[in-house]
């Protein structure tokens, strides 16, 4: 076990670290910019409310194959109507926390305001670990959709990155896909060079017209090393997802104790020892999916008890259905080989 001295710095200055940790939220990433994690009030419910799983109630479409009624004026023309139908669909909040220790926060501890030092970095992991379930998440989606959806969300391209191959994987969201501009475009580094190299890509400035962020045909780039890559060398396939607006949602809860120090006087043979706790409650739920709960393994040692599903459960196709009609779903992947 990793363990830190933190020292007097931190002992009752719990409030000043808390201040830290709100001067750069979660919701300033690039998936949060982008729209692709969308704060939502359905999310933010859920994620505050009692229960790990909750079901989310929706009407279906209204069935509009069928012509509808003409009038006439014949009385005994008695016209019938049409059920609206309902279902729902599952999701599952995650209780995440971690404990950092001397390995982690020694050298932050040197510097001239350590509080905010180590606030950011406590920003910084959460921001990541978000981003590393949102990527899970996607890759879940995308097995469910190999195994009972005849892959009618992913189109292959083997040349690498290119033009038409992205047309047809934007011409598989349909509807969803709204005024034609993805809300992002999640890529791996390599397949972000690839595009530098055709001169696919756009620079344009934020609202605040501060910081410059690269686009493809009206859509954010977002690049993570975390997105799925198969294969080894010339064989690698690289998975990148397009989102539309409002693709998934999004849930900031409230742990009780968001932030914890703890102290054990008797550890370290009488000389102390102090630990540094952080919590977070979070709901990621991709729009038109439910999550079904198949397989639920946590990481921790206990089989009972476990409420939160690991990144590996998340992935896992046995664990979503999809609900919504494919082209409701505002989700596309694009594989692109090594060109």
């Not at 009407?59 to 019938?80: F, L, R």
């Not at 890559?229 to 690698?236: E, S």
């Not at 000389?271 to 038109?288: A, Q, S």
């Not at 590996?312 to 596309?332: F, G, I």
Request: hydrophobic share 35%; aromatic share 8%.
């Amino acid at each position: 076990m990793a363990i830190n001295t933190i020292d007097s710095i931190i002992t009752g200055k719990l409030p000043v670290l808390a201040s830290y940790l709100t001067e750069d939220p979660v919701e300033k990433t690039a998936f949060f910019q982008s729209g692709i994690l969308t704060a939502t009030p359905y999310a933010q419910e859920i994620a505050s409310g009692p229960s790990s799983i909750a079901e989310i109630p929706y009407w279906k479409p209204i069935d509009a194959s069928q012509e509808p009624n003409y009038s006439n004026d014949v009385a005994t023309d008695i016209a019938q109507t049409k059920a609206v139908q309902t279902d729902e669909m599952f999701c599952r909040v995650a209780y995440l926390n971690d404990g950092f220790g001397q390995a982690d926060l020694t050298v932050e501890l040197t510097s001239k305001n350590p509080l905010q030092s180590i606030a950011s970095r406590l920003d910084d992991y959460w921001q990541r670990q978000i981003s590393k379930r949102l990527i899970a998440t996607t890759l879940g989606i995308k097995a469910e959709n190999v195994l009972n959806g005849a892959s009618d969300m992913i189109i292959t391209a083997p040349k690498g990155f290119e033009a038409g191959a992205f047309i047809d994987a934007t011409q598989t969201l349909g509807d969803a896909l709204g005024t034609g501009t993805l809300a992002g475009i999640g890529v791996h580094s390599y397949v972000y060079g690839q595009m530098r190299k055709e001169g696919l890509i756009d620079f344009i400035r934020d609202n605040d017209n501060n910081t410059l962020f690269a686009t493809y045909q009206g859509s954010r780039i977002i690049v993570d090393d975390g997105m799925t890559v198969t294969g080894q060398g010339a064989d690698r396939v690289f998975t990148s997802v397009l989102f539309g607006s409002g693709s998934i949602g999004y849930g900031d809860g409230s742990p009780e104790n968001p932030l914890e120090y703890q102290r054990d006087a008797s550890a370290g043979n009488g000389g102390g020892i102090e630990k540094l706790w952080t919590r977070k409650t979070v709901l990621i739920h991709p729009l038109g999916y439910s999550f079904t709960s198949n397989t639920i393994s946590g990481n921790g040692s206990s089989d009972n008890g476990k409420k939160s599903a690991s990144l590996s459960d998340l992935a896992l196709a046995a664990n979503w259905q999809r609900k919504y009609e494919r082209k409701l779903v505002p989700l596309a992947f694009l594989e692109t080989k090594v060109a």
